[in-house]
């Protein structure tokens, strides 16, 4: 049985569109159902294409880990809320609640 550790909610246009999850196995991406009903869902990345069933990976996603800082802002993020630069999973949940692109990450549902 997979054990989720930590839960990251992620939006597309501002709209909920599915979970990422850290679980005791690796990562687990997977769209909301209503999200998926709307008729009209985007897709998170071209990575991670619209579907029902949940993407796994032993690896956080390529997609979501380049949502994060690099450089002297990932500095600044790590000093800041006092964060592991190794834990990418933390810096997704911080530093991308606004992003460049089109896609967020909360860590409460809103």
Known sequence: MTVILRTA?????NIYAGE????D???SFSY???YLSGGDAHSVSLTLPVRKEPYTSKT??????GLIPEGW???IVCRNWKIDSKDRFALLLVACKDTIGNVSIREQRI
């Open 32 to 34: 909301d159902k209503a």
């Open 9 to 13: 909610y992620v939006y597309v246009y």
């Open 60 to 65: 956080l996603f390529s997609f979501f880990d």
């Open 73 to 75: 802002l990932l500095d």
């Open 20 to 23: 990422l999850c850290q679980t």
């Open 25 to 27: 196995e690796g990562y």
